[in-house]
C-alpha cells in the first residue's frame, strides 16, 4: 500500500490527525499534538483500537501490541507511525 505521504504529500502528523477525526468524531480544531484521552472524551479503549486498527490499514502492517499501549497522545502516536513508516522504507 502507498502511505499518503508519498502519494499526496501529506505528512504523518496531518494523516494521523484527519484519522482521529474521522475515528473519535470530534472536529479537528479539537485534535492537536498533545490531546489525549483525558481531553478527547471519545477516546475510549474500543475507538482506541478502532484507531490502531484505521492507522494499520492505512500503512499496511501490524502496530505491535507493547506501542499500542504507549499510544496515548497524538505526538506519541505520529511518533509511532514514523518510526514504523521508517523502519520499513515507506
Known amino acids: 500500500m502507498i502511505w499518503l505521504e508519498e502519494?499526496?504529500?501529506v505528512t504523518i502528523e496531518?494523516?494521523?490527525?484527519?484519522?482521529m477525526?474521522?475515528?473519535?468524531?470530534?472536529?479537528?480544531?479539537k485534535?492537536?499534538?498533545d490531546s489525549s484521552p483525558q481531553s478527547i472524551a471519545?477516546?475510549?479503549?474500543?475507538r482506541h483500537m478502532k484507531l490502531v486498527l484505521t492507522l494499520e490499514s492505512a500503512i499496511g502492517r501490524e502496530i505491535?501490541?507493547?506501542q499500542v499501549f504507549e499510544m496515548l497522545t497524538v505526538r506519541k502516536i505520529v511518533e509511532v507511525i514514523s518510526?514504523?513508516?521508517?523502519e520499513h522504507g515507506n
Open 42 to 46: 471519545n477516546w475510549d479503549s474500543l
Open 21 to 29: 477525526v474521522e475515528v473519535f468524531q470530534v472536529p479537528r480544531e
Open 83 to 86: 518510526s514504523l513508516t521508517a
Open 31 to 33: 485534535v492537536d499534538l
Open 64 to 66: 505491535p501490541i507493547d
Open 14 to 19: 496531518e494523516t494521523v490527525m484527519a484519522k
Open 7 to 9: 502519494r499526496y504529500n
